[in-house]
């Protein structure tokens, strides 16, 4: 783990082992009770090297250019994702740190439910790896709009300054949320959820891109 990039299958095995005793050893009290995600926002161990895993757009993880198919080893790395100030995102336990590689977003939103509370409306995203999270000030919306074809890309903050980009499927659904808001004087095209207010594009900008 010293070297400054992993190779073999057998390094990933390893650290699959280190980051389910970390994060069971992370993700209990004192009384055996569950606690929660480890607390990899804490921890500061040595950097360790680059390690050859990458997530892709679609939300698949790769490691040595193979998807890992085995959903509860992709959900046991998603708990100790963290991104760094530095921009880069890291597999991180109490005693070491390796580097991956995002293409996109760390996670991909797949579901959605709307409902109410205190009158307003308050929208819930589920990720591909069994996070739920609900949309308001502490899970921002942020949108931005790419490509030649200025496809509109939705993103919800799940934890720290993990991301998760949301499926088409789910980005329909928003849009059909949507409503014009005046945002300090500007009517924008916008989504509301948790008392909070999500501009996603002025509504001049919408009409245009509507026709």
Request: include cysteine.
């Amino acid at each position: 783990m010293a070297a400054e990039t992993i190779h073999t299958a057998r390094d990933a095995d390893g650290l699959a082992a280190l980051i389910a005793r970390a994060a069971e050893e992370a993700g209990r009290r004192s009384d055996g009770s569950a606690r929660g995600l480890p607390p990899v926002e804490r921890w500061n161990p040595p950097f360790c090297g680059d390690i050859d895993m990458e997530i892709r757009a679609d939300g698949r993880w790769f490691y040595m250019g193979t998807p890992i198919g085995r959903p509860a080893l992709v959900r046991l790395f998603s708990t100790v994702l963290r991104k760094d100030e530095d921009g880069h995102t890291y597999l991180v336990t109490p005693v070491e740190k390796v580097r991956i590689k995002v293409e996109d977003a760390h996670f991909l939103g797949v579901e959605m439910t709307a409902g109410e509370r205190d009158g307003g409306p308050v929208l819930t995203l589920r990720t591909n790896v069994g996070d739920v999270v609900e949309v308001g000030s502490e899970h921002r919306l942020r949108f931005l709009i790419e490509g030649e074809h200025r496809q509109l890309k939705p993103y919800v903050l799940v934890r720290g300054r993990l991301d998760a980009l949301l499926s088409r499927a789910v980005m329909y659904e928003l849009i059909e949320r949507g409503e014009v808001i005046d945002v300090e004087g500007v009517p924008m095209f916008a989504l509301r959820s948790g008392g909070a207010i999500f501009p996603v594009m002025p509504a001049d900008e919408l009409d245009q891109l509507s026709q």
